[in-house]
């Protein structure tokens, strides 16, 4: 069994519970028999690939995988994918998939969500959700409108932004996930871009490996209602100055790349403000540029870090994951709570639960 | 209406049961066939704690018994007001009774707003125990007493006791070493001796239950149960008590078996427990607290033993939502709540309906619209049960009747849902939440057998031989689907709240698919099987029926005894099925000249009833949070019956 996961779940510690494929498996056992029905060059796709393309890396039996989702484009997900899944109703997929994992620690629980659907109408139950730690993986694709119902503005989308209810422009800040995130207590934040597939996988990776609820942002063009809403981020020109790849460990910088091999900017802390900004690298900086420390105990360079990205052009956008953190998960906590119990007092005895303390007879 | 004097005096003679305090004086002991007793006082003075208690020794004694506690929606509102009044009613008796009575016998008031509140309710020669310690002119300006009730002649014609209540707990309590106010908390126990001593209660249990409630804290401990003793001792000693009462087991009301004492949402929470045992299926509560219903989320939560998992959500919808996922995973999945909360969970019961899965739904309803009386009971969710949803959306609908049929109704609820693989609606109601009585523990053979079988394997052959598995194939008899749950290898498969292709659960857009498979749901809805609704006509040949349903039931019950007593001729029939109905409802209604329907709404059930079978039943309805009152509903079925 293990000599056919070459890509190791079994080392993962976050998929130890979550039963093996028998056989290699393949992107195609993946595939589900029904017809994928998104616009021609929807990002989704994309998305849709990847993850069929990276689920054999985790060698799990497909039958343990459950994608759950609300409403919306990205939503039918669940459909195309081979393994069990539901598409519930709008927004209440964290909630279904945390009864699901909290149940069945031996499923590995994917939740398949969008802007509309998990910041808007779902946005108590992510939130929720991120706070529990629940041994859920929720990718978010985010792409700054509201596809399915025909092009309105999201909860993401820029202040000002024409679309049909909001002809004279929309007039609410968005909000910016991976700080919301970051800001309900979450283990694991990263974001990633769909038309990236290498760091998309990577990031996926990362994400299945995590014990714990992971959120993964994925930036995904809507080539109907709002092209083009993420190009500064994938036009190679443009995205060597918008972008900023960050890597554990690694000193936080972009750009054109110096002698060193790294970028001429970088991402420095202001020694007044404590806030990070960012700067031209010189030599005589280059020792002070941020190093990304994404296990760090304490959110603040994380979220620091978030809110670097402009919403409205998008520039000094981080992508790749922000933060990573221990921290006691949900459903492992309630099973505890269960053993714990037994060990206490016993395997529930239904006949004396019954009788009570108080109990009288009566004879005939 | 019941005397406090129905049988002849006589003396105490050892026929108590319980091996403790016997009252020992020369003083009169009357013989009683049935007592209301009613606690009132501030709701920060312990009035359902010691309702609960004497209700406990009332059980363990062997009376019959039905209680009403009743309390404001505050946790603690202004001391000494109207609003702040809680109270517990209890009905005990020597033989078989169905309500927590319609009129106390004895009114205990711990302060001027108690009396107020409550003096309504008391019939003329009642007795009536004050706390005088509490009638302070600015207590009692406080309420609207001018001159003191118990000095100006608006107690004529009751029994009044007036006891310092306060006075003689802190006395009671001088040698410990607590504070005036401290010692002053007592006082609920002091009442509760005097009480205990009235009705010549066991005490043994209530002493027990103080040294292990206050375990931690010896010193209140030994406080409470010196205030509780000194309140017996001042019944058997003070002159002004001069008769003790006796009410003799109601031997004659109980089958042989076992027995103890249980609310509504007690019997309800080991009803799921034992139901998930039946089933052998690990059982999953998602809920968010709401009043009456949050005592099943404590009570389960206590029970992890049990492999019981309680989610508390961050809200009703997250409830329903984590139980729906649970029993996509295979547990037998419950929410609770009350009506607000179906409101908001209805979405989610409609992608159960959808997705065929089994899911409990526990609503414990209260007053209505909106927050409506939090507290109090009433049962007026029966057509958002019914059809509160968008779309055709048909749910079973079952109501226990009474406290300890709640466990029952768990278990048969659970049954339904299993087997059709459906959500089920379960109303309760406040008053059988928190209301007790008398119940004969199961013995646990007895319980019915609800294990399920996930689907394994293929269940369908394709044109081309190959074996295939299809999520909406249904079995021919209940024409529920299979329940296959991830982790199954080959029955891989997506379900979702978008029309479903028969048999596959592809997605599809047909119209006829569609139109096929709105009416093969409710179809599975009506086909269910559920027994037939049992008539109770003496004679065979009564004009009119009385027909209710859920927690009205004691109340009819008893009016139906009281007008049959008196010689009426009078038919009844109780619902426990909502949806489907019996099979047998509408032979059953057309078999009356007159159909008449108490409900504690606006005419819910006789609505269904009419439209359904074309029927002229009549409604009688209360909607004021409080049960039916037997006299009250014994007139108007009389009333009817002449009509």
């Not at chain 2, 009705?199 to 040294?211: I, N, V």
Request: contains cysteine; glycine residues 8%.
């Amino acid at each position: 069994m293990a000599e056919t996961t070459t890509e190791g779940s079994d080392t993962i510690e976050a998929l130890t519970l979550v039963p093996k494929a028998e056989a290699k498996q393949s992107m195609k056992d993946f595939k589900s028999d029904q017809e994928v029905r998104w616009c021609p060059g929807c990002g989704d796709y994309a998305v849709l690939a990847a993850v069929q393309g990276f689920m054999p890396q985790l060698g799990l039996a497909k039958e343990n995988i459950v994608f759950v989702s609300g409403i919306g484009c990205s939503s039918r997900f669940p459909y195309y994918m081979n393994t069990y899944g539901m598409h519930s109703i709008h927004g209440r997929a964290p909630a279904i998939a945390t009864g699901l994992a909290s149940s069945r620690r031996d499923l590995s629980v994917w939740v398949v969500t969008g802007d509309g659907d998990a910041l808007s109408i779902g946005g108590n139950h992510l939130i929720h959700a991120l706070r529990r730690n629940v041994n859920l993986k929720i990718l978010l694709f985010n792409n700054r409108i509201y596809g399915l119902t025909k092009g309105q503005y999201s909860p993401t989308s820029e202040v000002g932004k024409i679309t049909k209810s909001t002809p004279m422009g929309s007039l609410d800040a968005p909000f910016n996930p991976v700080s919301l995130a970051i800001g309900a207590e979450a283990s694991f934040v990263a974001r990633t871009v769909d038309s990236d597939r290498k760091h998309l996988t990577e990031v996926l990776r990362q994400a299945a490996a995590h014990s714990g609820t992971a959120l993964v942002e994925i930036y995904q063009n809507c080539n109907i209602f709002n092209d083009g809403a993420f190009e500064v981020l994938k036009d190679r020109q443009q995205a060597e100055e918008a972008v900023i790849r960050l890597e554990h460990g690694q000193p936080i910088r972009f750009g054109t790349p110096l002698a060193d091999g790294l970028g001429s900017k970088g991402v420095v802390r202001d020694t007044v403000t404590g806030d990070l900004r960012v700067v031209a690298v010189t030599e005589e900086n280059t020792s002070q540029i941020l190093v990304h420390d994404a296990h760090a105990a304490s959110p603040t360079t994380a979220f620091a870090l978030s809110r670097l990205a402009d919403p409205d052009t998008l520039h000094h956008t981080p992508i790749g994951v922000l933060r990573s953190v221990d921290r006691p998960v949900y459903d492992t906590q309630m099973a505890d709570q269960l053993d714990s119990a037994i060990e206490q007092n016993g395997k529930g005895d239904l006949s004396a639960l019954l009788t009570g303390g108080d109990a009288w007879t009566v004879v005939g | 209406m019941t005397s406090q004097v129905s049988s002849p005096a006589e003396q105490a003679d050892g026929a108590v049961v319980g091996e403790q305090r016997k009252p020992a004086s020369e003083k009169d002991v009357r013989r009683l066939d049935r007592v209301i007793i009613r606690f009132a006082g501030d709701s920060g003075d312990g009035m359902q704690l010691t309702g609960d208690r004497f209700t406990s020794e009332t059980a363990s004694f062997g009376n019959d018994l039905s209680t009403l506690p009743n309390f404001p929606a505050e946790i603690r509102a202004p001391a000494g007001t109207l609003p702040g009044v809680s109270s517990f009613q209890l009905h005990f008796a020597d033989h078989d009774i169905l309500t927590p009575g319609d009129a106390p016998n004895v009114l205990v008031a711990m302060n001027p707003a108690a009396l107020k509140a409550n003096i309504a309710d008391v019939p003329r020669g009642a007795e009536i125990i004050v706390n005088t310690d509490e009638f302070t002119k600015r207590a009692m300006a406080k309420v609207g007493y001018a001159t003191s009730p118990l000095e100006d002649g608006a107690l004529d014609g009751y029994s009044v006791h007036p006891v310092p209540l306060t006075t003689l707990t802190v006395e009671a309590l001088k040698e410990f070493d607590l504070s005036r106010k401290e010692a002053e908390r007592s006082k609920n126990m002091f009442a509760l001796g005097l009480l205990s001593w009235m009705y010549h209660r066991p005490t043994e249990g209530t002493e027990k239950f103080l040294a292990t409630k206050f375990a931690r804290k010896p010193e209140i401990a030994a406080a409470n149960i010196a205030a509780f003793r000194a309140g017996w001792n001042f019944g058997e000693t003070t002159e002004d008590f001069a008769v003790s009462y006796e009410i003799a087991p109601a031997t004659q009301a109980f089958p042989t078996g076992t027995y103890r004492n249980i609310s509504g949402n007690l019997a309800l929470s080991y009803g799921l427990i034992a139901a998930s045992r039946q089933a052998d299926l690990p059982l999953y509560l998602g809920s968010y607290p709401i009043t009456p219903a949050s005592d099943i989320l404590h009570e389960l939560s206590r029970h992890k033993n049990f492999g019981v998992r309680t989610f508390q959500a961050e809200d009703e919808i997250a409830g329903i939502g984590a139980a729906l996922g649970a029993a996509f995973g295979g547990s037998l999945a419950v929410t609770t709540t009350s009506g607000p909360g179906v409101a908001l969970k209805s979405e989610t019961i409609g992608l159960a309906v959808s997705l065929e899965l089994p899911l409990l739904v526990i609503d414990i309803q209260r007053g209505g619209p909106s927050t409506g009386l939090p507290t109090k009971t009433e049962q007026a969710d029966l057509l958002q049960a019914m059809y509160g949803r968008n779309g055709e959306a048909p749910v079973p609908i079952m109501a226990p009747r009474t406290p300890a049929d709640c466990f029952d109704a768990a278990l048969e609820a659970a049954r339904i849902a299993l087997t059709y693989r459906t959500p089920v609606l379960l109303l309760s109601d406040g008053y059988l939440a928190n209301g007790s009585e008398p119940w004969r523990i199961p013995e646990i053979d007895e319980l019915p057998d609800l294990r399920v079988q996930f689907a394994q394997g293929p269940n369908h052959t394709l044109d081309d031989g190959s074996e295939v598995f299809w999520p909406y194939k249904r079995d021919p008899r209940t024409l529920a689907r299979p329940w296959a749950i991830p982790g199954t290898p080959g029955l891989e498969h997506r379900i979702g709240g978008i029309e479903k292709q028969d048999g596959t659960g592809n997605i599809s857009y047909d119209p006829a698919n569609h139109d096929f498979m709105v009416r093969t749901r409710q179809a599975k809805i009506d086909g269910i099987d559920v027994p037939d609704m049992e008539v109770d006509d003496l004679t065979g040949n009564a004009d009119t029926l009385v027909l209710g349903w859920g927690s009205t039931y004691g109340p009819i019950t008893a009016a139906v005894r009281r007008l049959r007593a008196a010689g009426e001729n009078i038919a009844q029939a109780h619902l426990r099925h909502l949806n489907p109905f019996p099979r047998n409802l509408g032979t059953v209604l057309k078999r009356y000249e007159k159909v008449v329907v108490p409900e504690m709404n606006l005419g819910q059930l006789a609505t269904l009833v009419r439209a359904k079978y074309l029927v002229d039943a009549q409604s009688y309805n209360q909607v004021n949070g409080m049960p039916f009152k037997a006299e009250q509903l014994a007139t108007a079925l009389k009333e009817a019956i002449d009509g």
